[in-house]
Nanobody, 121 residues
Framework: QVQLVESGGGSVQAGGSLRLSCVAS????????MAWYRQAPGKQRELVAT???????NYADSVKGRFTISRDNAKNTVYLQMNNLKPEDTAVYYC???????????????WGQGTQVTVSS
């Protein structure tokens, strides 16, 4: 059993900052890619940022220069530092991890429950 738990969402004014965290727990053998997605009301879920096991990162154009994804492998945790937030960043943010459970040879895709981020103008 593997579980991802997110924290750090909330409400801020435009220009403010938030830091999201997502911790994986359970029968974890290894974690390759970690990512953050978001879904705004009435829109499809979109990729925000990814980080590989080697630390390589990639960002959606809309968040480049404002958001930073990072990971702590010892803690099975991924972070998303969000600065200079804009009203269009308002969405439910989901973490995603590719996890190989202990005793298994293949990876599965796991999702967090989502955390609301609301940015007011």
């Amino acid at each position: 059993q593997v579980q991802l738990v997110e924290s750090g969402g909330g409400s801020v004014q435009a220009g403010g900052s938030l830091r999201l965290s997502c911790v994986a727990s359970g029968n974890i053998g290894s974690i390759s890619a970690m990512a953050w997605y978001r879904q705004a009301p009435g829109k499809q879920r979109e990729l925000v940022a990814t980080v590989t096991s080697g630390g390589d990162t990639n960002y959606a154009d809309s968040v480049k220069g404002r958001f930073t994804i990072s990971r702590d492998n010892a803690k099975n945790t991924v972070y998303l530092q969000m600065n200079n937030l804009k009203p269009e960043d308002t969405a439910v943010y989901y973490c995603n991890m590719r996890i190989r459970r202990s005793g298994y040879s293949y990876e599965l895709n796991y999702w967090g429950q989502g955390t609301q981020v609301t940015v007011s103008s």
